[in-house]
């Protein structure tokens, strides 16, 4: 888990990404983002990255 300010060039990039898929418009995405923004200014950021590794052999 990530946080504070530094990480805003990522929710940045997540919030642009889905405005130009259509997923969201880009006032949803812009809104979403300020709130990002408020939350660091708070010191409330939280950014979870999960990441998932499977392995296997075959038999």
């Given at each position: 888990m990530?946080?504070?300010?530094?990480?805003?060039?990522?929710?940045?990039?997540?919030?642009?990404?889905?405005?130009?898929?259509?997923?969201?418009s880009?006032?949803?995405?812009?809104?979403?983002?300020?709130?990002?923004?408020?939350?660091?200014?708070?010191?409330?950021?939280?950014?979870?990255?999960?990441?998932?590794?499977?392995?296997?052999?075959?038999?």
């Open positions: 990530l946080t504070g300010a530094a990480m805003l060039p990522i929710v940045a990039g997540l919030a642009q990404s889905r405005a130009a898929s259509g997923a969201v880009a006032d949803q995405a812009e809104a979403w983002l300020d709130e990002q923004r408020r939350r660091a200014s708070d010191g409330r950021m939280l950014l979870a990255v999960p990441m998932f590794l499977a392995s296997a052999t075959r038999p």
